[in-house]
């Protein structure tokens, strides 16, 4: 069997149950159910979620720097504190599983945000540091193509302040194709997009989740760009 078509056949099923302490809409692609109970925004951002202390100052830092609108969607074992929930804005949202592995939370938190009904999506990192105007960046860059594809920041953000960088000068997506696709990181596509592409397979260990989401993205469209947006960093 081909590779491609292997990782197709892996792909999670389409459904997820509620989980513990999950009171939310679980999104559900055969009915293409959606959260319509708050406004609309331009950008959902899902991820899973283990660092809960840096969830509201990714939230702080792109309110303040972008103009377009958006809502985080993390999901994850480690609760935040009750002083770190009570400061969070409507527009970010935790979501509690008790599911081994991060593959799993980042495809519940992937369904929340397709629920939002936002015209982009992105997945992103809670040990990332979204630089100014990255979003606006990035959505900027689709809206001038006119069409579905693939873009991502130049530099791998990371925490303001930290005292060890090691990626924080390098290129992160420069240079990355369709046919390097696996090199890429913390994409944003349309919604149309992730609609076709389909889910996580739960079942994948650690951080490699995202292969399995890019290879979906591979075998999508042989003609959709892929590109690093370099003033987005």
Avoid at 10 to 32: F, R, V
Avoid at 137 to 162: C, H, S, T, W
Avoid at 195 to 205: E, F, Q, S, V
């Amino acid at each position: 069997m081909h590779l491609l078509d292997e990782a197709r056949n892996m792909i999670a099923q389409k459904s997820l149950p509620h989980t513990k302490g999950d009171k939310s809409i679980i999104y559900n692609e055969d009915t293409e159910e959606k959260d319509m109970s708050n406004k609309t925004v331009d950008v959902a951002i899902w991820m899973p979620g283990i660092r809960t202390q840096y969830w509201l100052e990714q939230y702080d830092s792109l309110a303040k720097h972008n103009n377009t609108s958006f809502k985080i969607f993390v999901c994850g074992q480690n609760r935040p504190k009750p002083e770190e929930r009570a400061a969070f804005p409507e527009n970010l949202v935790y979501i509690h599983s008790d599911m081994p592995h991060i593959a799993p939370h980042a495809e519940i938190a992937r369904r929340h945000a397709m629920a939002c009904n936002s015209k982009y999506v992105m997945l992103f990192g809670d040990d990332l540091y979204p630089y100014p105007k990255m979003l606006d960046y990035l959505v900027e860059e689709i809206e001038n193509y006119g069409d579905e594809m693939v873009v991502g920041p130049a530099f791998r953000p990371v925490k303001e302040g930290q005292t060890t960088k090691p990626t924080c000068d390098r290129f992160i997506n420069l240079g990355v194709t369709r046919a390097s696709c696996l090199g890429m990181a913390t994409p944003l596509i349309m919604r149309k997009t992730a609609l076709a592409i389909g889910g996580i397979d739960k079942r994948m260990k650690g951080a490699t989740f995202d292969r399995d989401y890019f290879l979906r993205l591979f075998e999508y469209k042989e003609d959709m760009p892929w590109k690093t947006v370099e003033k987005s960093k």
